[in-house]
């Protein structure tokens, strides 16, 4: 299916492509921003939920860099804080007060945290998590789940299509994958008939956000924590998405299951570069006793965890009215779309985990994971195209996330442009 699209209105963002692609690579800093459509936007400024782009337009942000800003574009508390932090001079790389506070607040939101520690991004957070892993146990081999993303490191990038073993990258070790093992999600049979002696730790995405906004199964978490604890295996929960976005104590606290070590980033940092790996004392005691080294430059850099500390502080002061509050408009943006496209008889589907919302062009229900393997992922593409054309930034896979900022009368917008774009499916 090929969607009616325009660049009209673009000018401003096609000539940067053109003028940047001379000198950066591919035009961007990060892969997946080359795919929007009809051009990757150049963001003027932002506020809130919306975006100005160099041309002028404005739009309902959904897309909210990539997850991490729950707060909005522009939240004052943190904006201020980091002002605030920037006048005691950068100080990177050094010991500041702030880390330990930072530690102290993820401690007192996640049931899985004693001991935490602090890099930049959620790629480094999930590779440390692993060594720590390797490092508790003596064991080397690791369990994944097909279709979830942990980063883009040469051991953990592959495997991230649903139904696919294969690795994501040109130029990526194949030898680093070695030890990997990868499993459909839901999968505890095959679980059971893997999980031996050599495994040091079985990872997963909790809500299986990236692949599509699946919630696991019932059972199937508390089946990994019992079938990690029977084998002397760590669980690692890759929270970088879902860490106080679903809740304050992410989806551990949502689904009521506790691993060793919880992998967090983007939200825990307001928009600023942080990450981390959190845990008991004990499954952290590889890192505490310099077994495992930890290195960064810029790792807890202040600036950051003054950021980290005043979003983390915002949330817990406001936990009980923000979240429900947010889940309810995820809800009725789920049911609008659904409507709109029931309405239009539009091959669209809405999957949606809490705050994080993923519509697919599909003309047959997407129930699981695995009903994924292959769908056609560039009519999604196309139709993300329809709507930043009506205002609306989502990012171009189709995965949508909801911040404090969006209001019912947003939401009341953001399904009117749904509608409108839906009709393309008319002609
Ligand atoms: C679940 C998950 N883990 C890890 C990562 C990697 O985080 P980063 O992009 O900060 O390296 C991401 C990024 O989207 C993610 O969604």
Known sequence: MRLETTTRGFTGSLAYR?????????GVSSSP????LPVAIVQASASGCRVTDVDGNEYLDYALGYGPLLLGHSPRPVIDAVRAELERGLRTGGVTSGEAELAERVAACLPSAEVTTFLSSGTEAVQLALRIA??????HRVVKFRGHYHGWSDGMHVSNAPGSDALTTDGQD???VRNVISLDWGDLDGLHAV???????????AAAVNAGCFEPDPGFLEGLREATERHGSLLVFDEVITGFRLGLAGAQGRYGVTPDLTVLGKVLGGGLPISAVTGSARAMEPVSSGRVLHRGTYNGNPVSVAAGNA?????????DELYPDMERRGERLTDGIREAAARASAPLAVNRVGTCLQFFVSDRPLERLSDLVGLDKDATLAFSELLVERGVMTLPRGLM????EHTDADIDT??????????????
């Open 18 to 26: 053109e003028r940047a692609r001379q000198v950066l690579a591919r």
């Open 33 to 36: 921003r080359a795919s929007q």
């Open 134 to 139: 390797r490092s508790h146990t003596g064991r």
């Open 174 to 176: 194949p030898l680093a």
């Open 195 to 205: 999980l031996d002696d050599t495994v040091a730790a079985v990872i997963t995405e």
């Open 311 to 319: 979003c983390l502080r915002y949330l817990s002061e406001r936990a």
């Open 401 to 404: 996330y909801l911040s404090v």
């Open 414 to 427: 953001t399904i009117g442009a749904f509608e409108s774009a839906l009709g393309a499916f008319a002609g």
